[in-house]
């Protein structure tokens, strides 16, 4: 398949909305978090056959633990389940999975097991990145960086934008040009702060178990209609972050 023009190279999702979503059916929330398994596969797959190289779902932050713990019981057992079921299937697409964050203890052993697993399978794969935000916390990433930086024992003026960017987790990841936060709330929510520096973002209305191919298309040809600058101000002729070096 062709790439497209103007087509970002990291796609980033705030897969927000399940709540509402059960909410509007008066079924449990929880009945939303389970919805949610259709558009996450939908997104996956239309993001791949689009030619994206690096997508990245946030599935659960470090401020969802506050959630009532029924809650988050239910989320770590849908996310197992998804996992054990589409593994196959995402190993067989040449997607590699990745999972960021993943540092509290109260996240349950046999899932831990799972995504290593999943983790090692897919390792080699190259068509597609996905990467997985699940119990993550962007100011956490960058602390964690910090930490490393200074255990490395760098000089406080040889610290520069690239050299701390090595040390937070994934250093290879290019940072986002697009977000798309479903469900029509707009804030960032402590999601992979450093990488979104520059990235255009997207508020579809539809919640998170409605968005399908179609939503996500959209998504894509907002973006190729909208300048990207960088402070500059001409066009730049690279249409990702790049331009911010
Ligand atoms: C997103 O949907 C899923 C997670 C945060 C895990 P929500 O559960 O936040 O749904 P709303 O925002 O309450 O509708
Ligand atoms: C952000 O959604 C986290 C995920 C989508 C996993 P939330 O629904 O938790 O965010 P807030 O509470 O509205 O900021
Ligand atoms: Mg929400």
């Not at 402070?231 to 730049?236: A, E």
Request: with cysteine; hydrophobic share 40%.
């Amino acid at each position: 398949m062709e790439t497209i023009t103007g087509l970002p190279r990291h796609v980033a999702c705030v897969m927000d909305g399940n709540g509402r979503w059960a909410a509007r059916r008066s079924l449990p929330r929880t009945a939303g978090h389970e919805a949610a398994e259709a558009a996450v596969i939908d997104v996956i797959e239309t993001a791949r056959s689009a030619g994206v190289k690096w997508l990245s779902l946030y599935a659960f932050s470090t401020e969802n633990w506050r959630r009532p713990m029924g809650e988050v019981d239910v989320l770590m057992r849908l996310v197992r389940r998804v996992i054990r079921k589409h593994a196959p299937v995402l190993h067989a697409r040449g997607v590699r999975c990745r999972f960021l964050g993943m540092t509290d203890p109260r996240i349950p052993p046999p899932l831990v097991r799972d995504i290593t697993d999943l983790m090692t399978m897919t390792g080699d794969n190259s068509r597609m990145t996905l990467t997985v935000a699940f119990d993550h916390g962007g100011r956490r990433d960058i602390v964690e960086a910090t930490r490393s930086l200074i255990r490395s024992g760098v000089p406080a003026e040889q610290v520069t934008e690239a050299g701390f960017a090595a040390h937070l987790p994934y250093p290879d990841t290019p940072d986002v040009d697009l977000v798309i936060r479903t469900s029509g709330e707009q804030r960032i929510s402590n999601f992979m702060l450093w990488q979104v520096a520059y990235a255009e973002w997207v508020f579809p209305e539809v919640l998170w178990p409605d968005f399908r191919a179609t939503h996500f298309w959209e998504c894509l040809d907002t973006y190729r209609r909208r300048q990207r600058r960088f402070g500059d101000v001409r066009r730049p002729a690279a249409m990702t972050g790049e331009g911010l070096r």
